[in-house]
């Protein structure tokens, strides 16, 4: 009998400009958690799911952006919180829409109650769905929907 193993899927997970500040960076606004303690948590939950997690940072638009362009036949799915670069990046959601990964968008505040020009995403339209307002647990959220959409 033939017996079958699943390969865990391969997630590139993309922190924005700032992020490398987390747990510094007004902690009443994104907590006070690290970039590598999130980092952490995101492995410990991809474990669980059977799934793999390829963490980067920059706050660099244009290596973000090659950074996506190389997740093509690398990984299957891209978790990103892009930031600043959220309401201004027209490259970035270029990008994810040139490479045709699910793209799942986090942020760790609610964009949606903060100031207006944070309202709008220009990631939201080419991603597959935005999850923000539930600190660092909106990277596992994510993380947990992106997989489960990878597998249907």
């Known amino acids: 009998m033939l017996e079958l193993t699943l390969q865990p899927n391969r997630v590139l997970v993309l922190h ?7 747990g510094l960076r ?32 920059s706050n660099h638009e244009g290596v973000l952006v090659d950074a996506i362009h190389e997740a093509v036949g690398q990984h299957e799915g891209i978790l990103i919180n892009p930031g600043a670069y959220t309401h201004t990046s027209v490259a970035l959601r270029d990008a994810i829409a040139a490479v045709n990964l ?3 968008e986090v942020h760790l505040s609610n964009i949606h109650k903060r100031e207006e020009f944070r309202h709008h995403s220009y990631i939201a339209p080419v991603a597959i769905g935005q999850i923000s307002g539930f600190g660092a ?8 929907a992106l997989v489960h959409h990878l597998r249907k």
């Open 26 to 57: 007004e902690p009443g606004i994104y907590g006070s958690l690290t970039l590598a303690e999130i980092n952490r948590a995101l492995e410990e939950e991809a474990k669980k799911l059977q799934a793999k997690v390829f963490p980067f940072q």
């Open 137 to 144: 647990q909106s990277y596992l959220l994510g993380l947990q």
């Open 102 to 104: 699910p793209t799942v």
């Open 16 to 22: 924005g400009p700032n992020l490398n500040l987390l």
